[in-house]
DNA sequence: GTCTATATTGTTATATTATTACATAATGTA
DNA sequence: TACATTATGTAATAATATAACAATATAGAC
């Protein structure tokens, strides 16, 4: 299924049709998760006017490995590691709910490896590490 | 804020509330996700009948790590794992969306070892791993 | 026991997230 | 061109989740 839509991650945004375009530069921009009726507001002036046009943009988006879905929020963020391969690692703040893309390349080897010693043939992986981030742990 | 709540997972059923009983006890005998919507269906005859006192159930015995949320699936599982901690690691099949708890207590330190390795002080991880199913292989 | 604080439950309304259905336009290809 | 495929536009609606407030039950302090 992943596998056989996968496309090279490397292909330029030229690729991108104009509403995948569109929706995949503000992610960039912003740097942090966005949800999608917050980009339908932002994009209200690009023309973008309906639900639907966003998440269109955003399923394509994810499949091209492009962009992934933080599930647990709701929301989306600009691949930030060239070599994650559809496979996604993050931490989450308990409390504010901040995120980071881990783009520590060994980790996915390792929970590849991981996977392997579990006789899982996986096609990804999704990892979550919940933590108190520093601004949070002060407070 | 997980530690400060986390409660002895070995707690017998009884320190449960009557709604949360009723919901955990549905959720045990499926041995599958169930969504929300679907266990307020399944529980009218209980007497439950607003989306919130579902809600509030769920998020109490998620909170006592009782039942964890597959978050890609909006759907709720009893845990499998008297060691889990919280930590929750499934397979999800990719065609099907068949999730199972992974029960492997190996892969719960290996995967607390790798935070460790990348220097993260984490409260707890979800891991999902994504393969195709038997059933799915096979058709 | 009774008072009080706290937790739990009940109920209505509403907010948020996502999809269905259908029409139109653009693009690629024989 | 003609045809299939992909992308877009639009309206309606489905699915998921929470806010706000009232009522009831429970556990300790006295």
Redesign the interface.
């Known amino acids: ?2 596998d056989s839509k996968m496309i090279n991650k490397k292909s330029i945004n030229e690729d991108l049709t104009k509403n995948q375009k569109i929706v995949f530069n503000l992610l960039q921009n912003a740097g942090e998760p966005l949800k999608a009726y917050s980009i339908l507001e932002s994009l209200k002036r690009e023309g973008l006017k309906s639900p639907l046009q966003i998440y269109r943009a955003l399923d394509k988006l994810v499949e091209l490995g492009k962009i992934h879905k933080i ?2 929020q709701n929301s989306f963020i600009a691949c930030n590691n060239s070599h994650c391969s559809s496979n996604t690692a993050f ?1 989450i703040c ?2 504010c709910g901040d995120v980071k893309e ?1 783009k ?1 390349n ?2 996915f080897e ?2 590849g490896a ?2 392997k ?2 006789r ?13 981030c520093n601004g949070c742990k002060i407070n």
Do not use: C, Q, W
Request: proline share 0%; net charge neutral.
């Open positions: 299924m992943v599930e647990s931490t308990n409390r881990i520590h060994n980790l390792d929970v991981l996977a010693k579990n899982l043939k996986i096609s990804r992986f999704n990892l979550e590490f919940y933590i108190d």
